[in-house]
Nanobody, 122 residues
């Protein structure tokens, strides 16, 4: 029911910042928990942040806590991932995904964007 499209990826130096956008259509993002995931070359996909449907509060893994901020603009039907103090290990393809679960990491991410590439280099 919902389609997701990521944008905003690119090349950035270590210590720099990027803001990724996830545009939703076909349904309202308030109906879903929205997660950001990333996949580095040769590695499995991992979470990079999430907004829960139950209370709209963010949740972050330790690898990005204090550096990444996820936010939601219900009026524009968009979700953002602000990434600061970027490190080379943050390099990867970033995806946004939607789940009907009320908390962030209970699975059920059945709707995915196509991904946007983030490359951090020295």
């Amino acid at each position: 029911q919902v389609q997701l499209v990521e944008s905003g990826g690119g090349l950035v130096q270590p210590g720099g910042s990027l803001r990724l956008s996830c545009a939703a259509s076909g349904s309202l993002i308030d109906f879903y928990s929205i997660g950001w995931f990333r996949q580095a070359p040769g590695k499995e996909r991992e979470g990079a942040g999430c907004l829960s449907r139950s209370d709209g509060r963010p949740n972050y893994p330790d690898s990005v806590k204090g550096r990444f901020t996820i936010s939601r603009d219900s009026t524009r039907n968009m979700v953002y991932l602000q990434m600061n103090s970027l490190k080379p290990e943050d390099t990867g393809v970033y995806y946004c995904a939607a789940s009907f679960e009320t908390s962030c990491w209970m699975g059920g991410y059945n709707y995915w964007g196509q991904g946007t590439q983030v490359t951090v280099f020295s």
